[in-house]
């Protein structure tokens, strides 16, 4: 067919082949030698081709390109060559079965992905074969009976489907994740002796997908490659656009979405939890700071912490395309972690790796496991992103531990007390002592601070000027996010708004995947005048996290009500699951702005009776950037009878 027969040349010059040392040397005559060898011999055909040139023979041919490219670069990735084509159909060869196996599916895989791009009738589907087999080497080229069943294989596959001679089935039947029909004996067209056949399950476009084995970083790449990457598919057919546009728009890739699900602790100490737990939330940190990346907050992948549940049921509740999962188990001196990275549309894992280390390379494998990911992905990186991915956070891991178990008590509603917050401090401590240079640790001990002030546990000032100090200490350190995020938190509590969201917007370009980071500025954009601006923010938020922690509709009620909408307010607050006392202020406010005072009155009842000290004078101590906001709150406390001392 035109323009086919130069695609399959130009592979044949490009590619070079060593010859098997295998060979057998056979004499039929005084010059003449034969040369044999055993391979395996994939035969591949294009299914509509000429149905598709009908229709459009330079988007047809274009199309077949790109197809004829990932089968070529697939051979090539196995250790195979492609020394045969004519027309729509293409002959590669392998030394080894199993490289053959798996290019093939991976063929598959890669053009029913492309395929997906577009509509029904535009679809290129493949039909391959696979038979191992004695063949005679003629220069560059093999023939023979072998070559011949695998070209006949391919025609009783179905298409988008593979299927295989006993000969090969015998050498790939304990490949994990593949499954197999037996087709029966079939007597093949200028085949002598009957073959058995077999066909690959799963494969075909009307079947169900099965997993397929992690074979490698580069395959897995490529695989991702081709199913996120933005294909110029226009290039193939201009006119197939959508009901009444007039010109054709390219299409542009999705970001890559992704969730860590939590690591299970296959350790024989439950107790062990918090490292695993927080080996996940490092993780999800790291991958975070990619700006090429959607992450899903911790809190909401934790959600399936012992869950049995299918991974394409996960990624339809997050909204995401891939899943982390593994395995965390620690030792007093060892690390064992299994990970695996998976396709939640398809089941399919595109990378995989099994870590087995000494527990002082815990922060190597993390940066090894956020580095495959982000190379599997596909993910542009800028420069200052490489380098804070391979920041290491201490050297110390008595410290790490010390942290992660200060960082479990956030995580800890039960804790949010001064009982917990005492915790929290002495275990930061613990780690600053082992690792005076631990910047993580200085911010988190900030965070305590800042905790200690707003709940009013201890000197409120003083807590507040100690939250700050840290903070600084943790950013001399290392620039890092955490550091930026309690600056700014620390800034607007004392009234400095400006630098508050400096230091907010510093800390977002560091990590711009965290959605509580976004949430939290909320708060510091309601106190700042900017409601609506807070909303927004809290939106996106959501969007990231969808199982959300309860502050999130807090600060959305808060903003909500400084922006005029009260039913909306009192909704937000009523989807929270056990409220705290402090969130009555916002429904009692909001009830009594919208004129049903009875009712406002009741709330604040209930507010007071847990909070007998709280005070209008109380409300209005805090920092507003407008006067006018201060007092539309007071207005709304005031309504609802909350007391003026």
């Known amino acids: 067919m035109h323009g086919i027969s130069e695609i399959w040349t130009s592979f044949f010059r490009a590619v070079s082949w060593s010859r098997p040392s295998n060979l057998w040397y056979i004499s039929i005559g005084e ?118 069943v695998a070209a006949r294989l391919e025609g009783l596959s179905e298409p988008g489907g593979i299927c295989v001679s006993s000969s090969l089935y015998e050498q790939v039947k304990h490949l994990p994740d593949l499954g197999f029909q037996d087709l029966g004996s079939k007597r093949l067209k200028n085949i002598p002796v009957p073959v058995h056949v077999y066909s690959l399950k799963g494969i075909s476009p009307g079947h169900s997908r099965r997993r397929v084995a992690a074979w490698g970083l ?17 290039k193939y057919k201009p006119e197939i656009v959508g009901k009444g546009e007039n010109t054709p728009q390219p299409l542009v890739a999705a970001q890559p979405s992704i969730a860590v699900l939590p690591l299970d602790n296959v350790s024989d100490d439950p107790r ?26 911790y809190n909401s992948a934790s959600t399936f912490k012992d869950k049995p549940t299918k991974v394409q049921d996960i990624g339809k509740a997050l909204s995401v395309r891939y899943l982390l999962e593994g395995t965390v188990q620690k030792t007093p001196q ?16 595109v990378w995989a790796n099994r870590y087995d280390e000494m527990l002082g390379d815990t922060f190597t494998v993390q940066e090894d496991i956020t580095s495959n990911i982000v190379t599997a992905l596909a993910v542009k990186v800028t420069a200052a992103e490489e380098k804070r991915s391979n920041q ?42 082992l690792d005076p240079n631990y910047s993580s640790a200085y911010a988190e001990l900030s965070y305590v601070e800042v905790r200690a002030y707003q709940s009013g546990w201890g000197d409120g000032a003083a807590a507040l000027q100690k939250a700050e100090e840290l903070a600084n200490k943790a950013l001399e350190l290392s620039d890092d996010f955490s550091s930026h995020w309690y600056l700014a938190i620390v800034a607007w509590n004392k009234g400095d708004f400006d630098k508050s969201f400096r230091e907010y917007e510093t800390a977002r370009r560091i990590n711009p ?32 996290n969808p199982f959300y922690p309860f502050w999130y509709d807090w600060n959305e009620g808060k903003a909500r009500y400084m922006a005029g909408q009260y039913q909306a307010a009192i909704d937000a607050i009523a989807r929270i699951n056990s409220p705290p006392n402090d969130v009555r202020l916002i429904t009692a406010a909001s009830k009594a702005q919208l004129g049903d005072i009875p009712a406002a009155r009741a709330i604040m009842a209930e507010f007071s009776k847990v909070d007998p000290d709280w005070s209008i004078a109380k409300s209005a101590a805090y920092f507003y950037v407008k006067d006018s906001d201060r007092q539309h709150w007071l207005d709304g406390l005031r309504k609802a009878g909350l007391k003026e001392e």
């Open 513 to 544: 995947n965290d959605p509580d980071l976004a949430a939290d500025m909320a708060e510091a954009l309601i106190y700042g005048g900017e409601p609506k601006r807070a909303i927004e923010q809290i939106e996106a938020a959501k969007n990231r």
């Open 272 to 297: 062990q939890d918090y490292f695993s737990d927080g080996i996940t939330n490092d993780i999800t940190s790291d991958l975070s700071k990619f700006s090429g990346l959607l992450v899903i907050a």
């Open 31 to 148: 010059d003449t030698m034969l040369q044999r060898t055993l391979v395996t011999i994939l035969a591949a055909d294009a299914v509509g081709y000429s149905r598709l040139v009908a229709k459009d023979e330079e988007a047809a041919l274009a199309l077949f390109k790109d197809c004829a490219t990932i089968i070529q670069e697939r051979v090539q990735a196995h250790n195979g060559r492609v020394f045969g084509g004519a027309g729509d159909s293409v002959i590669a060869a392998f030394h080894s079965p199993v490289e053959a196996m798996r290019c093939a599916v991976e063929i598959q895989h890669h053009i029913m992905r492309l395929d997906e791009k577009f509509s029904e009738d535009w679809r290129m589907l493949f039909r391959v074969g696979l038979n191992l087999g004695d063949v005679v080497v003629e220069q560059d080229n093999l023939l023979g009976d072998a070559v011949n």
């Open 218 to 234: 580069a395959a897995a790449a490529m695989v991702l490659l081709a199913s996120i990457a933005a294909p110029l598919w226009w």
């Open 392 to 433: 290491k956070p201490t050297e110390n891991m008595s410290a790490y531990d010390y942290y992660l178990k200060g960082k479990a008590i956030w995580a800890d509603p039960t804790k949010v007390t001064p009982e917990g917050n005492e915790e929290a401090r002495q275990l930061f401590e613990k780690a600053i002592a």
């Open 334 to 349: 060892r690390l064992r972690i299994n990970a695996q990275l998976i396709d939640a549309e398809t089941g399919y894992h």
